[in-house]
């Protein structure tokens, strides 16, 4: 079982917004990665940090965090958007080891 | 252009042993944190191991004792020493660049993965 915990599917309408969650305990003091993967491709790294998003990441992706929950939140959200998308952070303990959430797979309708 | 290519993937039985190579090019693997991620088709991410810059290593409770991960400064390669190898370790293989500021770590650049297929 992993130590990040995420809805296993999600939907959203093509132009709208949707946030994606993340809960752990090890979010109350490290910031979430998060990642896109598409079938067949490796994962992309979409926002880290507070809010940071790589070159060539599109700024309707943006990150939040509160508490043990931290967000994903696509403003927005085009066709091309539809993939499964995981967070991680390090483990609850702290230790140099890092856990990911089981993943969410986001349909735009 | 900055990448990762992952070989040495395959088919090998149960009990066996396999080394991934991962070699980089447009950047230094010893100026980097180095990692390993794998995923079993279907399913979703697991972190394996990683190796830091000074040549610390650390492994995944699921792999310990049995995965080591270790870098070539001289090839830009670095690998994964797989022995005792299980069915549950069946999984594509990614090699990722890490990324650790303040409170924040990310895997920011992945290769395409290399399959491993262990028969029982």
């Known amino acids: 079982s992993s130590e990040l915990t995420q809805d296993p599917a999600v939907s959203v309408a093509l132009g709208q917004t949707v946030r994606i969650t993340c809960q752990g305990d090890?979010?109350?003091?490290?910031?979430a990665s998060w990642y896109q993967q598409k079938p067949g491709q490796a994962p992309v790294l979409v926002i880290y940090g507070k809010n940071t998003r790589p070159s060539g990441i599109p700024d309707r992706f943006s990150g939040s965090s509160s508490g043990n929950t931290a967000s994903l939140t696509i403003t927005g959200a085009q066709a091309e958007d539809e993939a499964d998308y995981y967070c991680n952070s390090r483990d609850s303990r702290g230790n140099l080891h890092w856990v990911f959430g089981g993943g969410t797979k986001l349909t735009v309708l | 252009e900055v990448q990762l290519v992952e070989t040495g993937g395959g088919l090998i039985q149960s009990g066996g042993s396999l080394r991934l190579s991962c070699a980089a090019s447009g950047f230094t693997v010893s100026s980097n944190y180095m990692s390993w991620v794998r995923q079993v088709p279907g399913k979703g991410l697991e972190w394996v191991s990683v190796?830091?810059?000074?040549?610390?290593?650390y492994h995944a409770d699921s792999v310990k004792g049995r995965f080591t991960i270790s870098r070539d400064d001289s090839k830009n390669t670095v690998y994964l020493q797989m022995n005792s190898l299980r069915a549950e370790d069946t999984a594509v293989y990614y090699c990722?660049?890490?990324?650790?500021?303040?409170?924040?770590?990310?895997?920011?650049?992945w290769g395409q993965g290399t399959m491993v297929t262990v028969s029982s």
């Open positions: 990722a660049t890490l990324y650790s500021g303040n409170k924040a770590d990310a895997f920011d650049m």
């Open positions: 090890s979010l109350r003091s490290y910031y």
């Open positions: 190796i830091y810059r000074g040549g610390s290593t």
